[in-house]
């Protein structure tokens, strides 16, 4: 197999999991081949044949419990901001509601967000507090760059890059939140600095989520081509579900694949329907579910929602 094309084969796969364009796919592969001597790299065509296992070598997964957590915790983050994208006007079901546009794999992952879901992330993951309870994420804290924010946990050693996230873009994320809460009639007192005490009784109540949402996130574009994407995480087994469109079977084949697919990961019984995958230390499930009914979607549009059910709401204007 000549190289150039051995090249492209990987560009193309790696792309259908990560949503990457050609310049950023293209340096990631190329970098990896690079360094394979001839016998690995022939592993490489093998397992492009699906004759040899290379999983993890050109799409790296988190290799510390740190980092995926704080993985974890942005991809069920995510998701839930889903919910939100629905109801942006005209508000719909069938129109593709995902946070996430690309993750660029790495020690780090840079994330690319879609148009207009930075608000319902921000909404999800910021952390705020009453005197007894706390919202959003637990110890996630931001630092903010000049084209980008970077996310932590605070006391672990992991990091997040949400990508193309500048003053202007953060303060329109910002209004959504803040729209949202006062509709809400919620405390907006976010929390800063170190862990705080109502964060740490969080925390040891519930703790972050682990296992393959870090994997899931990093091929989350498998999901792309669905309306939307639920998902269930119980510590370390995780259930994924979708509207009819993608195929359980094609979705767990992808996450198998003897190149891009999980690390170790195996086709196992599913007591809830659908598809299991195991890693030996951890699950996911995946199933798909009944469809939205495109009947519905015109009185969803013209639904005009009240305050506190979405961060998109306005005013009603004054009739003159």
Not at 77 to 84: K, M, W
Not at 263 to 284: F, H, I, M, N, Q
Request: charged letters at 25%; proline letters at 8%.
């Amino acid at each position: 197999m000549a190289r150039s094309s051995l090249t492209e084969q990987l560009v193309d796969l790696r792309r259908r999991y990560t949503g990457e364009n050609l310049t950023q796919a293209v340096p990631a592969v190329k970098a990896v081949l690079h360094d394979l001597p001839d016998d690995r790299r022939e592993r490489v065509v093998d397992a492009l044949r699906g004759e040899a296992d290379v999983r993890g070598l050109f799409l790296p997964d988190a290799e510390e419990d740190d980092q995926r957590a704080l993985e974890c915790v942005l991809l069920k983050a995510g998701i839930d901001a889903g919910l939100h994208l629905q109801l942006r006007p005209p508000a719909s079901m069938l129109r593709p509601a995902h946070a996430f546009r690309t993750v660029e794999p790495g020690r780090h992952p840079r994330v690319h967000l879609t148009d207009h879901a930075l608000g319902p992330l921000l909404y999800e993951l910021l952390p705020r507090h009453d005197d007894s309870w706390v919202a959003g994420v637990a110890g996630l804290r931001v630092t903010h760059h000049p084209r980008s924010v970077e996310l932590r946990l605070v006391g672990l050693d992991a990091a997040v890059h949400l990508a193309g996230v500048d003053e202007r873009a953060w303060a329109d994320g910002m209004k959504y939140v803040r729209t949202l809460l006062k509709g809400r009639g919620l405390n907006a007192a976010f929390v800063d600095g170190p862990l705080a005490a109502v964060e740490r009784d969080h925390l040891a109540e519930t703790p972050y989520p682990t296992g393959v949402g870090s994997a899931v996130l990093r091929r989350y574009h498998l999901f792309s081509a669905a309306p939307w994407v639920r998902a269930l995480a119980q510590g370390d087994r995780w259930w994924v579900e979708w509207p009819a469109s993608l195929g359980v079977p094609k979705v767990a084949d992808q996450l198998l694949h003897p190149v891009f697919g999980l690390p170790g990961a195996v086709e196992t019984p599913s007591a809830g329907g659908g598809l299991g995958l195991s890693t030996g230390w951890y699950d996911l499930f995946l199933r798909e579910v009944d469809g939205p009914d495109p009947e519905h979607e015109p009185a969803l549009a013209a639904m005009e929602w009240p305050e506190g059910v979405t961060g998109w709401w306005e005013p009603p204007q004054a009739v003159k």
